[in-house]
């Protein structure tokens, strides 16, 4: 499980380099939804196979679809390719990467120091639901009332 | 090497019979169409016409594989593969019969349902890719269709969820033994066989490749075998959605004993692709728009109440 | 609600089951070489010259075939006998290019261009589809068998004019009807 892990998680990283540094906004897309299939392996392969599936739909299966429905709608043409290629110059992305490299040698050090083990226990349907609608039923509902709240005013923009 | 769930002989098996047997549909949709339009069809090549696949897959392999200058190259060769993979994936847990299948999930319908909506894609960057307003065109009414179909699809699945209290197909195929969910879950069952035609985008609901209107959409631009893995790719869905629909509300592959399970599965899984090709047959598409009032306004309230209803049934039964 | 109902849900199985019903009813392909279908006598098919009763060719190289012919595809040359009637020197269809119409038969004062019902004229190469007057003439009389343009019209020969033989009434003068 371990191996596949880490193989997950080099994909995950690589394919979201890509989707920075893809001048091609569509193909910068095909490298998030496949960043978000590989986060859904690694979820996997820590014992959640519910939420990794559950990654797979709404996220890679449903929202990037709706992503990738707009970018149809804006016809994108040559010139945004190159307009995209003059905003990637080094003196522009230097200073972010630099300044993120920092927070990541940050991170690895307290990844080092805090070493946490990580066991993988499957945590199935079952588990995720009964937590979900026992300790966790009031988030449920109020998650579910603001999604509603949404839904009525997307509603009444689509009706206007 | 065992006769096993997952075994590489089992996978191998499954694997070639699926492809295969989709291949052969090419074949018996034109016959069966041909006999409902009181013809023929193809009756030359071989016994029957039986070698007619081999022959079209002769064509389809030495024409030119085109693409388009103009085309993105990346999405355009990866868009038929995606579909391919995706669907045959998804035959990965289907329980054919008692120890034939490929995985034994915990997780299977929705997995099923994640490699479902991953086909979106498929269709979506081959129409993209293509630089053709006809294809976007088809591209742009795919997605909104699978989209929307997907949700009621999940949810109409719910009910039998339910019933067998499993995401496991085989455990819901054995939940079946004192009674098919066909009965209790008439509803579901209808709403998922709608929302399946809808989301391999067969007739009457191939809007998105629609040759009237918009001359066959989203694989306008293809040709060779890229059209052919589209091609194939709709057959797969085909079947997909016939397994499908065999295990979760006609008892998979229960039956009397005088047959083995896998026949019991092979003739109910035929039976739904005679049906879809009837319904092919039989009824004109709709327009875009009514399909999408029709899944928003109709199919998905009465899956809601569907679901609504089930579980307060086994509440008080229980 | 009912009506929504017998509208929507009824009507589609009814359709279903109309179509599932032409499963038992008899196939009408014609299995087209094994089984060769019927053909109508006036089906519009391969063009033939035609001879009258007597053997001789009907065409008078009239040209009204070639005018009427809305894909020109018919080709000829007039010329002359001995006696002053005309023929065509060449006769020329250009099979590649004739939409099978039968403009050409409807103008023929002779009947001497027919369509048959000969619809096999498939060939490799697109040259072997101008038929030339020899290939077009055929030994027999066609679908009018005892027709011939001179008996009707009459004939000047070296000392008798039309209309001037025994059992021979005159010729109409056809500018009279212009009057």
């Known amino acids: 499980m371990m191996i596949l892990f880490y193989i997950a998680a080099t994909v995950a990283v690589v394919s979201t380099v890509g989707v920075i540094v893809q001048s091609n906004i569509v193909h910068a897309l095909i490298y998030l939804i496949l960043s978000l299939l590989a986060v859904a392996v690694v979820f996997f392969s820590l014992g959640a196979p519910f939420v990794a599936v559950l990654e797979a739909i709404v996220y890679a299966g449903a929202i990037m679809v709706l992503f990738l429905f707009v970018i149809m709608m804006l016809n994108m043409g040559q010139h945004t390719l190159d307009q995209e290629k003059t905003w990637m110059a080094a003196k522009d992305w230097a200073l972010p990467a630099g300044l993120a490299a920092i927070l990541l040698a940050q991170l690895l050090y307290v990844l080092r120091e805090y070493r946490v083990d990580i066991v993988p226990n499957e945590v199935g349907v079952l588990e995720v639901s009964a937590l979900l609608f026992g300790p966790y039923v009031l988030a449920v509902e109020l998650a579910s009332i603001l999604l509603l709240a949404g839904l009525v005013s997307a509603y009444h923009l689509a009706k206007k | 090497m065992t006769w096993e769930v997952g075994s590489y002989l089992n996978i191998g098996v499954i694997l070639g019979l699926v492809i295969f047997i989709a291949a052969m549909l090419i074949w018996v949709e034109r016959r069966l169409l041909g006999l409902w339009q009181e013809r023929l069809g193809p009756n030359r090549v071989g016994w029957f ?50 120890g034939v ?6 997780i299977g319908i929705l997995f099923v349902l994640a490699m479902a909506s991953l086909g979106a894609y498929s269709v ?10 006809y294809a976007l065109l088809g591209a742009l009414r795919a997605a909104a269709q699978m989209v929307s179909y997907e949700v009621f699809m999940g949810i109409s699945l719910l009910g039998v969820v339910a019933l067998s209290g499993s995401f496991n197909l085989r455990e819901i195929v054995i939940a079946q033994s004192d009674g098919w969910y066909i009965f209790p879950q008439f509803i579901g069952f ?37 059209f052919g893995m589209f091609f194939v790719g709709e057959y797969l869905g085909l079947v997909l959605i016939a397994s499908l629909l ?27 692709i005679a049906f879809f090709i009837l319904l092919r047959a039989a009824i004109p598409r709709p327009r875009y728009d009514q399909l999408m009032t029709y899944g928003w306004l109709f199919l998905l309230p009465l899956s ?3 679901l609504l209803v089930t579980g307060a049934i086994i509440l008080v039964t229980q | 609600m009912f009506n929504l109902i017998k509208d929507t849900l009824l009507s ?11 499963a038992f009813v008899k196939a009408d392909t014609v299995q087209y070489p094994e089984e060769q279908p019927y053909m109508f006598p006036r089906w519009r098919g391969r063009i033939i010259l035609s001879r009258d009763p007597d053997g001789e060719e009907r065409c008078v190289a009239c040209n009204l075939c070639a005018v009427a012919c809305p894909v020109d595809c018919i080709a000829l040359q007039k010329t002359e006998d001995e006696d002053g009637r005309w023929y065509p020197e060449f006769f020329r269809i250009n099979f590649s290019r004739c939409i099978m119409c039968g403009f050409c038969e409807e103008a023929c004062p002779t009947y001497a261009i027919q369509l048959t019902p000969d619809f096999e004229m498939a060939e490799y190469t697109r040259q072997d589809m101008v038929w030339e007057k020899e290939d077009l003439l055929i030994s027999g009389t066609g679908k009018y068998h005892d027709y011939s343009f001179y008996r009707v019209a009459g004939k000047s020969i070296k000392g008798k004019d039309k209309g001037e033989a025994l059992n021979e009434a005159a010729p109409v003068d056809v500018r009279s009807l212009l009057t």
């Open chain 2, 246 to 272: 065999t295990v979760l509300f006609f008892g998979g592959w229960l039956g009397p004993a005088f047959l083995p399970p896998i026949f019991w599965f092979a003739i109910k899984a035929f039976g739904f």
């Open chain 2, 124 to 133: 979506m960057l081959g129409g993209l890719s293509s630089d053709n307003k």
């Open chain 2, 190 to 226: 209808v709403i998922f066989l709608i929302a399946g035609i809808a989301e391999s985008h067969r007739l009457p609901f191939d809007i998105p490749e629609a040759e009237q209107e918009i001359c066959s959409g989203y694989h306008t631009e293809y040709s060779g075998m890229k």
């Open chain 2, 304 to 306: 809601l109440l569907n």
């Open chain 3, 12 to 22: 589609q199985v009814v359709t279903l089951w109309h179509v599932f019903s032409h």
């Open chain 2, 101 to 106: 299948g490929v995985v034994d999930s915990n």
């Open chain 2, 49 to 98: 016409g039986l070698l007619q696949v081999a022959a079209d897959m002769i064509k389809i392999f030495t024409k030119e594989d085109w693409i388009p200058p103009f085309a993105d190259r990346m999405s355009f060769v990866l868009a038929p593969a995606i579909i391919m993979v995706v669907i045959l994936t998804s035959f990965a847990v289907i329980p054919f019969a008692p």
